[in-house]
């Protein structure tokens, strides 16, 4: 999964974001750092019933807040999210080229943009996409 921290990257690089269901973020700065939270349409949750583990099933989550504004969370995308993210920004600039490889635990998105070969190296494909996605939104990769 993404970090947090190429998240916000991504974010400030102008990475616009129309919540949908299964996506995950983030809520940051709230004491919430290391928790990841997904949109869905039923709230269920692992626990211990009479010594047994159960998914359980509630209307509302005990601890629930009122509400949050999208622009004070940070969005997580997969790395799906992250490739068609690319693929639809990198198809306005004509017939670029992208590709994907992985060798000796590093992976490379690599990206051809007006007859330049670019290159973006992580430990994780998300994260290579990240670099890749923040740098054609005009961000630092």
Known sequence: MLS????QQLKQAGLDWTPA???FFAI?????????????????????????LA????????????HLFVAD???LPTEAQLREQLEQRLAVQGQPEMKLSYTQ??????????????RFTASDASEAY????????????
Request: net charge negative; with cysteine.
């Open 105 to 118: 635990d590093v992976y490379t998105c690599e990206l051809r943009i007006r007859g330049e070969w670019l």
């Open 55 to 66: 998914v359980t099933f509630h209307g509302s989550a005990e601890w629930a807040l009122d």
């Open 21 to 23: 269901l299964h996506d």
């Open 4 to 7: 947090l921290s190429s998240a």
């Open 73 to 75: 969370l940070v969005w």
């Open 28 to 52: 940051p700065d709230r004491g919430f750092d290391n928790q990841v939270f997904v949109i869905s349409d039923v709230f269920a949750i692992v626990e211990r019933l009479r010594g047994h």
């Open 130 to 141: 990240a670099a890749a996605l923040s740098y054609v939104l005009g961000g630092d990769p």
